[in-house]
């Protein structure tokens, strides 16, 4: 792994994330890879106890806590589960079902973080950082200044938000639940923390490190199967086809990748491609799943070998 960090350090194109103006300030040198087993081993190279905020990846998660409130067949009703080849930030539904296409895209998220239970907007908030609490297995909190940037410049996911309560797939509480996805994302990991929330995903939904029942197992499928084929948004089928694992990027530089019964790996560098992904984490991921076989269909590869 050492290797890999070497190869693309000096790797600097792409570019910060700077339509949310908290997000441009970040240093573009930060870099690092962290792996997670499922046995709670630990690797881990770089800047790995940088604190960023976790951005797209919280869907991810919030989607896992909406299933355990409501079940799949209501969530699926509010929310579909289809690859788009739009832009993560389009303001666009089905036209059949008027559904957002998945909890992955700005558009689904928002209306899955509307579904969290909870009286108020300071019970749903907790709920949310406690699970993410058990995901990391420490405690969590809210970068506030990004916070409050976001929700300043958030005027497409308001408009999202408005168009999905026109058909019925949000609730009236516009303000508390877009307040609430602004304030998901900008929960502060590092580097390891997204290792270990990967891991818990590749063992059951069981934190390797606290031994902590993250999310409920039966759950844990929908939410890899979603991460498959919706985590990198409209890259999705290209990383399918190069990396093979389920995952799920965020617009500060972070992703998470799953090896479902092995290992969760993280990679942070907050440079992006055109789609929003972090540039050195997809290269990292590529040569790390054709280096070690880790593609699912290589899995099964091997499986099936006599």
Known sequence: MNDLYSKYKSLRTGAVADYIPELAK?????????IVTVNGDVVQVG???????????????????????HGRDYVLKRVGVEPTGDAFNSIILD?????????????GAIATTGLI???????RLNRLLEMFQRYVGKDVFVDISV??????????NRAMAYLMLNFGMIDGQIDESLDLYFQQCAVMV????LAVMAAALANKGVNPLTKEQAVDSQYVKDILSVMYTCGMYNFAGEWAYKVGLPAKSGVSGGIIAVVPGQMGIAVFSPLLDARGNSIRGVKVCEELSQQF??????????????
């Open 26 to 34: 970040v240093n573009p040198d930060l870099f690092s890879i962290c």
């Open 293 to 306: 076989g880790l593609h699912l269909f290589d899995c099964l590869r091997l499986m099936c070998t006599p």
């Open 190 to 193: 590092n580097c390891r923390d």
């Open 147 to 156: 916070f409050t940037s976001e929700r300043s410049t958030g005027h497409r």
């Open 117 to 123: 239970k909870g009286k108020g907007a300071t019970e």
């Open 95 to 107: 036209e059949q079902s008027k559904r957002p296409y998945n909890p992955m895209v700005n558009a």
């Open 47 to 69: 800047d790995f106890e940088h604190l960023f905020t976790i951005q797209s990846i919280s869907k991810v998660f919030v989607h896992g806590l909406a299933l355990e409130d």
